[in-house]
């Protein structure tokens, strides 16, 4: 199978975008990536019920096929007001976010998405790799509607999200909502 992005025959099941080429996308190119991840997506994750296993392959999917994404991935509700990093994609994440911090935390408290062209003028942005200089961060919801994740991607270049990729990940991550964690089978 050809590489629907360059039409290379590299990445056989993974669009894999030029990340030393940080062209911003327009509106139309992105709704167009963003289609071809969900397709992917839905069709890699159809029949698996594992939360895990799909936020890992979210993950993946999306990190390779957006050229402005840097670091992508899931913080995870373990306790009423605390997330704990989860799969993700890019440099050293930071462990544990409370609620009251940072973009995770007041995409989490809220419970919508939130944009952040520049993470310099954020109070409060935690800085887990000093070369982000955007992000988003969207809300995951069980079928209960209950918040049990985050999705967060940062990106090196200044606003390189906006409300086309908020609509889009916030359709993305619906994937996840009929999904559980297995528990691990520690014993033969
Ligand atoms: N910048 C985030 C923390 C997570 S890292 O970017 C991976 C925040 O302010 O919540």
């Given at each position: 199978?050809?590489?629907?992005?360059?039409?290379?025959?590299?990445?056989?099941?993974t669009l894999?975008?030029?990340?030393?080429?940080?062209?911003?996308?327009?509106?139309?190119?992105?709704?167009e990536r963003y289609r071809l991840v969900a397709e992917q997506a839905a069709?890699?994750?159809?029949?698996?019920?594992?939360?895990?296993?799909?936020?890992?392959t979210v993950?993946c999917l999306l990190h390779n096929a957006f050229?402005?994404?840097?670091?992508?991935?899931?913080?995870?509700?373990?306790?009423?007001?605390?997330?704990?990093?989860?799969?993700?994609?890019?440099?050293?994440?930071?462990?544990?976010?409370?609620?009251?911090?940072?973009?995770?935390?007041?995409?989490?408290?809220?419970?919508?998405?939130?944009?952040?062209?520049?993470?310099?003028?954020?109070?409060?942005?935690?800085?887990?790799?000093?070369?982000?200089?955007?992000?988003?961060?969207?809300?995951?919801?069980?079928?209960?509607?209950?918040?049990?994740?985050?999705?967060?991607?940062?990106?090196?270049?200044?606003?390189?999200?906006?409300?086309?990729?908020?609509?889009e990940l916030?359709a993305i991550?619906?994937l996840?909502?009929?999904?559980?964690?297995?528990?691990?089978?520690?014993?033969?």
């Amino acid at each position: 199978m050809r590489n629907p992005i360059h039409g290379t025959e590299m990445a056989e099941y993974t669009l894999v975008a030029d990340k030393t080429d940080p062209a911003r996308m327009d509106a139309g190119e992105k709704r167009e990536r963003y289609r071809l991840v969900a397709e992917q997506a839905a069709a890699v994750l159809e029949g698996e019920p594992d939360l895990l296993a799909a936020m890992a392959t979210v993950a993946c999917l999306l990190h390779n096929a957006f050229p402005y994404y840097y670091w992508t991935g899931f913080y995870r509700r373990v306790a009423a007001e605390e997330l704990l990093v989860g799969p993700y994609q890019g440099t050293l994440g930071c462990l544990r976010i409370h609620f009251s911090r940072g973009v995770c935390g007041r995409a989490a408290r809220e419970r919508r998405t939130i944009v952040v062209p520049d993470v310099q003028t954020f109070p409060g942005h935690i800085a887990c790799d000093s070369a982000s200089a955007s992000e988003i961060v969207v809300p995951v919801l069980d079928e209960a509607g209950g918040l049990i994740a985050v999705l967060d991607v940062d990106s090196t270049i200044s606003g390189a999200f906006d409300e086309v990729d908020g609509e889009e990940l916030e359709a993305i991550v619906e994937l996840l909502r009929p999904r559980r964690l297995l528990p691990m089978a520690l014993q033969g």
